[in-house]
Nanobody, 120 residues
Framework: VQLQASGGGLVQAGGSLSVSCAAS????????MGWFRQAPGKVREFVAS???????SYAEFVTGRFTISRDNAKNTVSLQMNSLKPEDTAVYYC???????????????WGKGTLVTVSS
C-alpha cells in the first residue's frame, strides 16, 4: 500500500490550505484514515482521523479550524485547514490504520508527508 500526499505549501497566517492523500495498492475503505504532523524538533502528533463510517476525531488544537473528509470510492482522504497559525507549520503525514481515532502505534500505513508552512 502506498499513500501519496499532496497539496502542502506556503500560506499566510489566517489563510487556508487543503492537503489530500491517495491510497494505492489496496482499498482502504474499511480502515481509519487520517493525518499526523511533525514540526521541526518535535514529536509526530495526531491531527485528525475519519473512520470508514464517517465518524471524525480531531486533536483539540485543530477543532473548529480543520475538517477531515474521505472518499471511499476513490480511496482518498483530505484535510481542509482554515484559520491557519504559524504553529501549524509542520510536515503533514497521511496515515491509515485500524484504531479510531488513529493512534501512532496503531498505524499500518504511512505516507511520506507534505510540508505546510504558515508565515506570520
Amino acid at each position: 500500500v502506498q499513500l501519496q500526499a499532496s497539496g502542502g505549501g506556503l500560506v499566510q497566517a489566517g489563510g487556508s490550505l487543503s492537503v489530500s492523500c491517495a491510497a494505492s495498492g489496496r482499498t482502504l475503505s474499511r480502515h481509519t484514515m487520517g493525518w499526523f504532523r511533525q514540526a521541526p524538533g518535535k514529536v509526530r502528533e495526531f491531527v485528525a482521523s475519519i473512520r470508514w463510517s464517517g465518524d471524525r476525531s480531531y486533536a483539540e488544537f485543530v477543532t473548529g479550524r480543520f475538517t477531515i473528509s474521505r472518499d471511499n470510492a476513490k480511496n482518498t482522504v483530505s484535510l481542509q485547514m482554515n484559520s491557519l497559525k504559524p504553529e501549524d507549520t509542520a510536515v503533514y503525514y497521511c496515515a491509515a490504520g485500524n484504531t479510531s481515532p488513529l493512534h501512532y502505534y496503531g498505524v499500518d500505513y504511512w505516507g511520506k508527508g507534505t510540508l505546510v508552512t504558515v508565515s506570520s
